[in-house]
């Protein structure tokens, strides 16, 4: 296992205690290595044939939140996952591999997930955490302009209180949730209907750019219909 031990070489101490434990049971742990900013992603990869890939925390953070998992076991993609996590566990630098085409590494993820919000002809569909990204916000704004139908849906944070109101001008629908009741923690991109992207990735700077994250870009068209249920759902449910 590889947790998260701070930001840089910052050590903290919210992993300390499930560091020990699971020593203590005998699980090979390590922190991650310190030249990402965070290791935010959330992988669980099992008998190196099927790979979990998720939005979720190992956590009881939030009393309910909405979260969104893939199961991946295509071949190439799990053992890109495994080979960018052994690089991880041994604190070796390399550049991951993007297995079939449907994986999308950070650091560096900003100009995947650009092109599929440019791309866009019919829809957009976005669930996120964080707003603090003004490319992406410049983006979704140009597809709005565009006359393509944009709908976001989040938890409300003042932090966000700019970009929202920049969305909301030109024509973007923006829907919140207010306090912990149900919190917005999924990252959840869906495009004309058609392909989503489920990923670990906040649109932040730090996310996209110096995190080590991970996200997988959903084209069978059961999965995409599951995602887009659940994101119009909440979106339904959320207070524009």
């Keep these: 296992m590889v947790l998260n031990g701070g930001y840089y ?47 979720l925390n190992l956590n009881g953070l939030y009393s309910s939140t909405r979260d969104y998992a893939v199961l991946d076991t295509q071949p190439a993609d799990v053992v890109a996952i495994e080979a960018a996590f052994n690089a991880d566990y041994a604190a070796r630098r390399g550049t991951a ?39 992406a916000t410049g983006d979704l704004c140009d597809a709005a302009h565009r006359g393509v139908a944009v709908h976001v849906v989040m938890t409300y944070a003042s932090e966000w209180r700019t970009a929202f109101t920049r969305l909301e001008r030109c024509g973007v629908s923006v829907h919140v949730y207010h306090g912990q009741r149900y919190y917005i923690h999924a990252k959840l991109l869906v495009i004309d209907g058609q392909r989503a992207l489920v990923s670990s990735q906040n649109l932040s700077t730090g996310s996209l750019q110096y995190n080590r994250e991970l996200g997988i870009e959903v084209s069978a068209p059961a999965g995409v219909r599951t995602l887009s249920e659940g994101l119009a759902a909440d979106f339904a449910g959320g207070g524009a």
Excluded: C
């Design 9 to 55: 070489s910052q050590h903290e101490d919210r992993n300390a205690r499930a560091y020990s434990y699971l020593r203590s049971q005998g699980v090979h742990v390590r922190y991650s290595p310190t030249y990402f900013a965070l290791t935010h992603q959330k992988t669980l990869t099992v008998d190196g044939r099927e790979s979990a890939i998720m939005t």
């Design 97 to 135: 591999s993007a297995g079939t085409g449907d994986l999308g590494w950070s650091p560096g993820a900003a100009p995947t997930v650009l092109s599929m919000i440019d791309r866009a002809t019919r829809s957009i569909d976005l669930e996120n955490e964080e707003m603090a990204y003004a490319p």
